[in-house]
């Protein structure tokens, strides 16, 4: 079953824009993954927080984490055209070993 | 260092026929997991194996999916007398313990 709810569905931006994506979840985590994939095949890790974790950092990329709130946001600062693709967020709940995803979120980044 | 393969990148094969899709995990990784992405399901978990543990295999959708992991390495997931809903893309990850999981780029499945 889905856990994670990533909005918003789609996001259309232009080039050196940011773009926010955010991630809702329901249940207690050990941590929180983000990914992108594009044209439908593999998917790429982008970074991982854990739940123990508020804030981090990689390149361009900066994740947040409110377990609080059960919820988690991925910033991409100064956008490029090949940063077009679809992002998921995934969760390790706690007490288990495999990632349950969310529907994702498709990047449009336009030159 | 290599990472995940899977094999074949594309399958089309006519409904009730048997299909075997393969994964090289990445070397030294303990788990491996196998996926599957549908328009409709979006992203599901299937099977995950950990070192000699039993597998979890409690995502799988029916009794005609099953998987092996032999020798703590390459993994066969076998689908018997296939239906039209089986098609998906079938992704691969490993990891060592429950971090970071890494993807192959997947076979794309199709049932006619």
């Known amino acids: 079953s889905q856990q994670g709810e990533e909005d918003p569905q789609a996001l259309s931006i232009q080039e050196g824009e940011n773009a926010t994506m955010n991630c809702s979840y329901k249940t207690s985590i050990n941590n929180l993954q983000w990914y992108r994939q594009n044209s439908g095949r593999g998917l790429v890790h982008l970074i991982l927080?854990?739940?123990?974790?508020r804030e981090k950092h990689s390149g361009r990329l900066r994740v947040t984490l409110d377990t609080s709130k059960k919820s988690s946001s991925l910033l991409i600062t100064a956008s490029r055209a090949a940063d077009t693709a679809s992002y998921f967020c995934?969760?390790?709940?706690?007490?288990?070993?495999?990632?349950?995803f969310g529907k994702g979120t498709m990047l449009l980044v336009s030159p | 260092g290599a990472g995940v393969s899977q094999s074949p990148s594309n399958k089309v094969t006519e409904k009730g026929k048997d299909v075997e899709l393969r994964c090289d995990p990445i070397?030294?990784?303990?788990?491996l997991y196998w996926y599957r992405q549908s328009l409709g399901q979006g992203l599901e978990f299937l099977i995950y194996?950990?070192?000699?543990?039993?597998?979890?295999k409690s995502g799988l959708p029916s009794d005609r999916f099953s998987a092996e992991r032999t020798g703590g390495s390459v993994s066969t997931l076998t689908i018997q007398r296939t239906q039209q809903e089986d098609s998906a893309v079938y992704l691969c990850?490993?990891?060592?313990?429950?971090?970071?999981?890494?993807f192959g780029p997947g076979t794309r499945l199709l049932v006619l």
């Open positions: 927080i854990r739940s123990n974790e």
């Open positions: 995934a969760t390790v709940r706690s007490g288990y070993s495999t990632l349950t």
């Open positions: 990850a490993s990891s060592f313990g429950i971090e970071t999981q890494y």
């Open positions: 194996f950990q070192g000699n543990s039993a597998p979890d």
């Open positions: 070397s030294g990784h303990t788990a």
